[in-house]
């Protein structure tokens, strides 16, 4: 009796409009997390060590496309310490093929077999009694390559007679597909304006500070294997990685680690995974194998969207956006294991927070010799975000209607929630007007503008950026499929759950199914059950599941977790209140909707003075059965499963990709630049963001995630990209030439939150794990073209570097586009 | 490790967190991977190993040294203080690491201990800095996750806190006899 699977319906008794009473929901609690990770005792896996550890290495292709001729291993066997060394083919009957996501034939392997595909793709492994000796090994093993001609430009690896970088595929286009929703070609045909722009997203990487790794203990007496890893995915697809291991689903046990920082990166590692579960298979030893920064940049599935954009923005004479077209070219790299996820994503906000009326979405994945793409922070609505709102401010310009303005014009209003977009996904609540308002009130615009003037006067560059951006939160899986017609899976609802148990004493512990990555679970959990039960959030007792307890988590990943645990928590903190509720009753000769829980304690409505503690309670339910209801059984343990609170299938034309991503914040962002246009400099001189993401659940928390975002937004827009030469090889592969910003770059942040919060969710809280990012690089932007306006520059390629921008400002004072 | 056949080992004597360790390395052996290694004090982290993050940041006779950069056997007769040597056996933090906690000066952790203890030696020199100054100590570290101005705010408010006890505490020792410190130099 004590294990729900229901669905929760949402208690409106919680929802913020009714209840302002809440204590601990929307407090600024202390994380639970820190003393651990200050002291230096967090176990991250590089700090993993077991009895008889190997230790393993990697050696790499530096070619960016080669035929691998021979690999000869003997030195490196010969050192002493060397315990094993695995070709891709050695490794291969060791190992399975990587879960790929993709409907297209395009297999992978851990090791290269035969042939390399990117700059620093595996050509063989080493375990090894130290990673210093390890390391020595890789040096020693002979590779003889032919070089094959290798393919780097996203447009030419198009073309027909372009080298193949796979020969089970017709062409390097691995996905291409063109959606319409709305009438298009109406709307076009009777705009006054449309607004163009060629627009260039590079490359970027998650580069958390602690790499990926994993340590795997292989038990040939009974087949088992026990991995300790930071992937955030040990609770959602520990079956996928059973199989790539070659172990039974049921013989795998996953252990998380803290994890030093994601930012997308580190759902699969599916490669760490297989490196380290080959090495262990191949020595009988337990190996861990955790990547150095190169292997990192170089290999680890780090990588965001690499896209070339045509897009169009149709609009009427005063400035109704009514059509959007977007052509995209996606530099896919090598390999397409997670296919195009990132679109799928994309299609959760195309039209931004307008009321544009139709939406052409034209894709195409391309493969060319670079490491794939996987998934950073944004997962394909940053550049969209990026790009919609450069289009925004052409319009601006184009039309002579303020930037703010013309927004304003275009903004969906607060009645017009819940709000189907083109695309089919569904917007919750939102004020954007307020948010807006709010934003340029803060940022004091008038004395920004006449800064400007009085600068510009001395000849120097300031410029005012402006963005208003969605963040949709709280993602639902179906995306990495959704954009096939015959998906390889339904939809699904990525739940998520939590155990919740009163111990006879009354202590109250919780197990999650999601790692520590960074973020602050165990303060969200404790906060649900202290305002489910009137407790203290110190009080409550977080744990972390490993892969067999039976716990469903899909991590941390499109800013879902603190919906999803507040949903499972708040779940399971009922079932047992109301059973404890239910025993206090009996107890106290009462009917139980006579007795409530206040403070921890259960007691008469009423009649305060008779009640019992949750150690009472906890002691009977787990004793004295004979003392309890007769229908209850014994103990107080909960588990809860929260499905995704809104999710409809895409219909079979797609016409309608189905309400996945419904959870809709907002931010407007306005940062303040002063360029040098003969460095080419960037140099921020303030930054004002105005976020809503519903109710907030805990504000000092939300405000880092946010600061943190807008962080990497701002190494999005100046300094961030993966570099390749001509030949294919990677030209920034260690944190010397991959740049990103340091305290030194970086303005005091200031934020504000207004709170609308969500229809659909436990609480109203919607996510905000990724809004800083999502909007942080296109108000740069729109900063930086504010700043060189007197020069005629516009700004469509990210990142502004000083090269960059130098080369704008020479290409707009000759005239180029 | 008995299985690998090591070039010749170096004997250094080392303090680390005021234990004294006699041991035997090899000549290429980083400080780094000594201390998370051999002496199982795994706070001390590895972002980059070279150089760039500051994560593995530690105080070498009072000084903030990057012990990815510093081969252990240079270290003969030193004092090295790791992250494990602030907060207190019975679970006190340390006033920089309690103003981190305070003003959420961290998220993942990873690059806390290196800013810690990069704290740690600036506090030394300046008692309560201002944030530019903060910013100037600590610029050569990375922090993926929380955008600095925390930290920056836990550096500052550190100043305070621990310049407001010694204030208090001196008061105090006026009449006691003071006594040595655990933990790094407030
Ligand atoms: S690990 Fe030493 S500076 Fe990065
Ligand atoms: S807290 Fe994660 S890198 Fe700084």
Redesign the interface.
């Known amino acids: 009796m004590s294990t729900v699977e229901d669905r929760p319906t949402t208690d409106t008794t919680g929802s913020p409009r009714e209840n302002g009473g809440r204590r601990w929901v929307g407090r600024s609690v ?2 639970k ?3 651990k ?8 896996v ?2 993993v ?1 077991l009895p008889g550890m190997l230790h393993g290495a990697v050696l790499r292709s530096p070619h960016a496309h080669a035929r691998i001729v021979s690999i000869d291993t003997s030195a490196a066997e010969a050192i ?2 060397v315990a094993a060394v695995l070709t891709g083919a050695q490794a291969a009957e060791l190992v399975n093929p990587m879960p790929a996501f993709c409907a297209e034939p395009v297999p992978q392997t851990a090791i290269a077999i035969e042939r390399v595909r990117y700059p620093g793709e595996a050509v063989a492994i080493v375990a090894a ?5 390890a390391e020595d090994a890789c040096a020693a093993i002979k590779v003889e390559y032919e070089v094959l001609p290798a393919v780097v430009d996203p447009e030419a690896a198009m073309a027909p007679d372009a080298t193949r970088i796979h020969e089970t595929l017709d062409s390097n286009v691995a996905f291409h597909r063109t959606l319409d929703f709305g009438d298009v070609d109406a709307d076009v045909a009777r705009a006054h304006t449309v607004v163009r722009t060629r627009a260039r997203w590079h490359r970027m990487g998650a ?5 990926a790794g994993a340590v795997a203990s292989w038990n040939p007496f009974d087949q088992s294997m026990t991995v300790y890893s930071n992937s955030n995915f040990h609770n959602f697809l520990p079956w996928a990685f059973a199989g790539m291991l070659g172990v039974s689903t049921n013989r795998l046990r996953m252990i998380p680690c ?4 994601s ?1 997308g990166s580190k759902h699969f590692i599916t490669k760490v995974l297989a490196i380290a579960g080959a090495l262990t298979k191949a020595t009988g030893r337990p190996v861990q194998y955790l990547e ?2 190169v292997d990192n940049i170089s290999a680890n599935d780090n990588v965001g969207c690499d896209r070339i954009y045509d897009a169009e923005l149709a609009l009427t004479e005063d400035g109704e956006m009514i059509s959007l077209t977007l052509r995209i070219i996606d530099d896919y790299g090598a390999y397409f294991q997670f296919a195009h996820g990132q679109h799928g994503n994309a299609m959760a906000q195309p039209t931004g927070p307008y009321r544009i009326g139709s939406l052409r979405y034209d894709v195409s994945c391309v493969l060319t010799n670079k490491v794939q793409q996987g998934f950073f922070r944004g997962a394909g609505a940053d550049p969209g975000n990026f790009v919609l709102e450069r289009l925004v401010d052409k319009a601006s310009e184009e039309l002579g209607i303020d930037r703010a303005e013309i927004r304003r014009r275009n903004f969906i209003a607060p009645e017009q929630f819940p709000f189907k977009t083109p695309p089919g996904n569904v917007y919750d609540s939102g004020d954007y007007a307020a948010v807006l308002d709010r934003a340029l009130e803060i940022a004091g615009i008038d004395k920004w503008r006449a800064e400007q003037e009085r600068l510009r006067a001395e000849g120097r560059y300031l410029g005012i950026g402006l963005a208003t951006c969605q963040e949709r939160t709280g993602y639902n899986a179906s995306e990495w499929w959704f954009l096939y017609d015959n998906p390889p899976l339904p939809a699904t609802s990525t739940p998520e759950s939590v155990k919740l148990d009163v111990d006879a004493m009354g202590g109250v512990r919780v197990e999650i199914g999601c790692p520590l ?3 602050s679970p165990e303060t969200v959990v404790s906060q649900v059950v202290a305002e489910e039960f009137g407790i203290d959030p110190a009080d409550v007792s977080v744990t972390y599941a490993d892969s067999t307890t039976g716990a469903m988590s899909a991590g941390p990943g499109g800013s879902r977790l603190t919906i999803m645990l507040s949903g499972a928590t708040r779940g399971a903190s009922r079932t047992i209140r109301d059973k404890m509720i239910r025993i206090a009753a009996h107890a106290m000769e009462m009917d139980p909707d006579d007795v409530e829980c206040v403070d921890g304690t259960f007691r008469a409505k009423g009649a305060p003075s008779t009640s019992m503690s949750m150690a009472e309670i906890g002691m009977r339910a787990h004793l004295f059965f004979h003392d309890t209801p007769e229908e209850e059984s014994s103990g107080l343990v909960a588990v809860h499963t929260y499905d995704h609170p809104y999710s409809t299938p895409p219909s079979a034309d797609r016409k309608d990709m189905g309400a996945f991503y419904p959870m809709v914040s907002h931010a407007c962002h306005i940062p303040i630049v002063e360029v040098d246009p003969e460095t080419g400099v960037v140099t921020l001189r303030a930054y004002y963001a105005v976020n809503d993401c519903g109710t907030l659940m805990n504000p ?2 939300v ?2 995630q946010i ?6 937004g701002i190494g999005a827009a100046l300094m961030e990209e993966y570099r390749y030469g001509e030949d294919g090889s990677l030209d920034t592969p ?3 030439e991959y740049l ?1 910003p ?3 770059e ?1 303005p ?2 200031v934020v504000e939150h207004l709170e609308t919060p969500s229809p659909f969710t436990e609480y109203g809280v919607k996510g905000a794990g990724e809004g ?1 990012r999502l909007v942080a690089p296109t108000a740069i932007a729109s900063a930086v073209d504010d700043a060189l306006k007197p020069l005629g520059v516009w700004v469509d390629e990210l990142p502004m570097t000083p090269e960059r921008v130098v080369g704008m400002v020479a290409g707009a004072r000759e005239g180029r586009p | 490790m008995g299985e690998t056949t090591a070039p010749e080992k170096i004997r250094i004597g080392l303090t680390v967190n005021d234990v004294r360790h006699d041991l035997l390395v090899e000549p290429r052996t980083l400080l780094a991977d000594l201390l998370r290694g051999d002496l199982e004090l795994t706070g001390t982290h590895i972002g980059c190993e070279q150089g760039v993050c500051g994560a593995c940041t530690v105080l070498v006779d009072g000084t903030a040294t990057r012990s990815c950069l510093v081969f252990a056997a240079q270290l003969d007769g030193a004092a090295v203080r790791t992250v494990e040597s602030l907060a207190g056996a019975d679970g006190t933090l340390h006033p920089i690491q309690q103003a981190f906690h305070e003003n959420h000066g961290l998220q993942c952790g990873f690059c806390t201990p290196g800013m810690l203890m990069g704290a740690c030696e600036l506090l030394e020199r300046t008692a309560e800095p201002d944030p530019d100054e903060v910013r100037e100590a600590l610029g050569g570290n990375l922090c993926r996750c929380t955008g600095y101005q925390n930290i920056v705010r836990s550096v500052c408010a550190a100043g305070r806190t621990m310049t407001a006890d010694r204030n208090s505490t001196a008061t105090t020792t006026a009449t006691t006899t003071a006594t040595t410190t655990n933990g790094a130099q407030a």
């Open positions: 202390l994380r997390e820190d003393p990770l200050l002291a230096g005792r967090a176990v991250y590089g700090d060590a002493p310490g009694t130290d990673r210093y000796v580069q958390p500070m602690e790499t803290a994890v030093g920082g930012f150095d920064r990555w960074g973020n000092t928390l405000e880092g600061v943190g975002g807008i962080v990497q260690t944190f010397r990103m340091s305290m030194h970086v005091e942040i800083g």
